[in-house]
């Protein structure tokens, strides 16, 4: 099965700044489609489980701009610039690309 | 507004079964490929398996670390979905979703999820 890594189990940010999260891949998740079959979850305490990213770099509906996901082959990166109170939350990334799909370790993003 | 509401979880023996329901609302049920993942306390989702929709026949596909032991099911009479679990283990334990598919995409909606703790 593939396996995904991100390496930062926690990121330490302050409000206003810009993290990015890495998200790594044992084979590339390029389909030959030309997409890559990644997406980006985002946990909150409290809430359900929120789609962020799709196809490696598409926003889901609704999410703010300031979440950027970008990438290729096996390594991706998900991006959030002027990070808000509010996008402290734990991040994960999926592969779709082959059965059975996998999950990231996630990544918490903890303020200062 | 789509829903998806898990219950049935608790504690159950080692060796022991149980049985997940989630129930959902607020869309055409039968058009979608509907997925159970669960989370261990502390670490990271694990994708169980999926029922695919009507226009696919409704077949199953399974993590095969629990093929064998997890059935999934729907009843499109009632919009319900269902994760039967038998031969229950210690690492079994985790909080157990629902999610939808989204066409081909991303899991777009995803329940609130419930706990399952195997302990004797």
């Known amino acids: 099965q593939i396996t995904l890594t991100q390496q930062a189990e926690s990121l330490w940010v302050s409000p206003g700044e810009k993290v990015s999260i890495t998200c790594r891949a044992s084979?590339?998740?390029?389909?030959?489609?030309?997409?890559?079959?990644l997406s980006w979850y985002q946990q909150r305490p409290g809430q359900t489980t929120k789609a962020l990213i799709y196809h490696a770099s598409i926003r889901t509906d609704g999410v703010p701009t300031r979440f950027i996901g970008s990438g290729s082959g096996t390594e991706f990166t998900l991006s959030i610039e002027d990070v808000q109170p509010e996008d402290i939350a734990l991040y994960y990334c999926?592969?779709?690309?082959?059965?059975?799909?996998?999950f990231g370790g996630g990544t918490k993003l903890e303020l200062k | 507004e789509v829903k998806l509401l898990e219950s049935g979880g608790g504690l159950v023996q080692p060796g022991g079964s149980m049985r997940l329901s989630c129930a959902a609302s607020g869309f055409t049920f039968t058009d979608f490929y509907m997925y159970w993942i669960r989370q261990p306390a502390g670490k990271a989702p694990e994708w169980l398996g999926f029922?695919?929709?009507?226009?696919?026949?409704?077949?199953?596909e399974y993590n095969p670390s629990v093929k064998g032991r997890f059935t999934i099911s729907r009843d499109n009479t009632q919009n319900m979905l269902y994760l039967q679990m038998n031969t229950l283990r210690a690492e079994d334990t985790a909080t157990y979703y629902c999610?939808?598919?989204?066409?081909?995409?991303?899991?777009?909606?995803w329940g609130q999820g419930v706990m399952v703790t195997v302990s004797s």
């Open positions: 999610a939808r598919w989204d066409s081909g995409y991303y899991f777009d909606y």
């Open positions: 029922i695919r929709n009507k226009a696919n026949g409704y077949t199953t």
């Open positions: 999926l592969q779709t690309l082959k059965k059975p799909w996998t």
């Open positions: 084979q590339s998740l390029l389909y030959t489609d030309g997409k890559h079959y």
